[in-house]
Every structure is written in structure tokens, then in C-alpha cells.
């Protein structure tokens, strides 16, 4: 019987917000695994004892990154672990994006701004500003050129936390077309998905903010395949990826570009797309026979 960990955080207090991860467990178990749902920072947790470890909700490592890649290579060491650790330390840093767009993927243009750097902010049109290391929209706002001293706290308060920020335009087509998220298993299309647009005007950068705002259910275009295929393809060892999933908003041209690519913990929405659990349980259950 192969043992499998799903991996996730501690909520604490709070109702767990991973609706995917017991149905993911009973499916595993049925299909005649032994399958866990373990903390990532839980010491006491024996890492080697499982045939794969697969991270699913870690949805605090963005504000640990340091932390979590460390595990995630400490956890490696010890076993299967998938995505693996050079996958996930390239993908927690939203760096990459400049890696996508120097092998030729297209990408919502992006600069980066380091503790020190000089506030070098746009004044001609909305922009996005956001930390490299972050998910669920957290320290990310948009503004308008006239908004800038509030945009300059803003940066200050990422810079003095350590945080790069990044500089995005901000990309219009979302107001009307949404963003699509294209979900990979196991080397293939599992399903996809859109949602609204996350940002409103005026909504402050640590305000709550609603991830996935009015999500449903997508069928991809061959262009947008075709992006989101580029993009995998370009992943540094590739090949060891068992999911991903690719954001991707039109363009100033309507062709869809790379928004983020998401290697590390994406949610798979399986909630919505419920005829995608065998293809999950199937995959993952290849992987931990090896």
C-alpha cells in the first residue's frame, strides 16, 4: 500500500480553507493508498516514511519563503517530493517571470524594485504593484499615476519588511475577460477555469481581498494552450512537474499572456471541476509507485 502525504498548513483558530484536500484524501484512500494530511512545518512529522510527499495548501510559505524552501529541500532529501525542491525555490520567487520572457513566453511586462531601490513608478497609466513572494492578491494593490504617494508607502512598507516588490501595468482586458487559470496533472490539461478581476480600484494593499472572485468553469482557446504549454515547456526540469497551473489575461493585443505561473501550492478547484478526481488520484498514485 503506497503512503502518500498531502501537505498543508495550520489554520489555527480558523476553518481550513482547502475544500479540495478531504476529498482529495478519500479518493487517494479508495484508490487503495494510505494517505495522510500533514502540516509542513510539523516537526514531528517522519517525512521518509511516505513513497511521495505532494504539496498542496501550504498557503503560508509566501510569507516564509526562506523557511519553506528549506523544507522542501531538508523533505526532498527524504523522499519523493512533488513539485520537487529546485521547482519550488525557482517558482516561489516571482522572478521567474523574467526567465519566461527571456525563452521567448509571453508575459505581463514586469519590473522589480529591491530594498533600496528608488520608487521608479509609472506615470502614465494604472500599474499594479506586488511582492515577488506572495499569493492570494496579499500586498498587492492598483493605481493610478496620480495615486503615486500612496503607491511610494506602499513600497516602503514591502521594502522594510525585506520584500522585492514588483511593477506590472495593469492589465486592462481583466475588467471584461477575467483571468484564466489553465490546471495541469500529470502531464496533462485537467481542466480550466476563469475568474474576475481581484484588484478594485482603491482597495488598499493589506485589505483582505477575495482570491478567486465569481470562479467558473473555462474551456481554454488553442491560443491560450498553446501560452500555457510554452510556459511549462520552459520550466527548468520540466519534467519533474506533477501539476502546475497558468494565469493567463489578454493582452494590449488580445493575445493571452503569462500573469503567474503556479508551481507550488495552486488550489485545483476540484470543487468545481468534480470529474477531475479520478485523473488527480490516478496521477498521484503513479507517482508514488515510482
Not at 258 to 281: C, D, I, K, T, Y
Request: hydrophobic share 45%; with cysteine.
Amino acid at each position: 500500500m503506497p503512503r502518500v502525504a498531502l501537505v498543508t498548513y495550520d489554520p489555527g483558530p480558523e476553518p481550513h480553507r482547502d475544500r479540495d484536500l478531504p476529498v482529495l484524501r478519500d479518493a487517494l484512500c479508495a484508490g487503495g493508498a494510505r494517505a495522510d494530511v500533514v502540516v509542513w512545518d510539523d516537526v514531528e512529522v517522519d517525512w521518509a516514511a511516505y513513497d511521495l510527499v505532494v504539496i498542496r495548501s501550504t498557503w503560508d510559505y509566501s510569507w516564509r519563503a526562506a523557511e519553506f524552501t528549506a523544507w522542501a529541500h531538508k523533505c526532498g532529501a527524504l523522499t519523493r517530493l512533488a513539485n520537487p525542491a529546485g521547482i519550488v525555490r525557482w517558482n516561489s520567487d516571482k522572478r521567474y517571470l523574467g526567465d519566461l520572457a527571456a525563452a521567448g513566453v509571453p508575459v505581463v511586462p514586469t519590473r522589480y524594485l529591491t530594498p533600496g531601490n528608488a520608487p521608479d513608478l509609472p506615470d502614465g497609466h494604472e500599474y499594479v504593484v506586488k511582492p515577488t513572494s506572495g499569493a492570494g492578491a496579499r500586498y498587492a494593490a492598483r493605481y493610478l499615476p496620480e495615486e503615486r504617494e500612496t503607491a511610494v508607502r506602499h513600497l516602503a512598507r514591502m521594502h522594510e519588511e525585506g520584500f522585492t516588490a514588483m511593477v506590472q501595468p495593469y492589465m486592462r482586458a481583466i475588467d471584461t475577460g477575467g483571468e484564466r487559470a489553465l490546471q495541469f496533472f500529470g502531464g496533462r490539461l485537467l481542466h480550466a477555469s476563469r475568474k474576475r478581476a481581484v484588484l478594485a480600484p482603491g482597495t488598499a494593499y493589506d485589505a483582505d481581498k477575495v482570491a478567486h472572485p465569481d470562479l467558473e468553469p473555462w474551456r481554454p482557446t488553442p491560443a491560450e494552450l498553446a501560452v500555457a504549454e510554452r510556459a511549462l515547456a520552459a520550466v527548468p526540469d520540466a519534467a519533474g512537474l506533477l501539476y502546475a497551473r497558468v494565469d493567463l489575461v489578454d493582452g494590449e493585443d488580445g493575445e493571452p499572456v503569462v500573469m503567474e505561473l503556479e508551481l507550488v501550492e495552486p488550489n485545483l478547484f476540484l470543487f468545481l471541476h468534480p470529474g477531475s478526481v479520478p485523473a488527480v488520484r490516478d496521477a498521484i498514485l503513479a507517482a508514488a509507485a515510482g
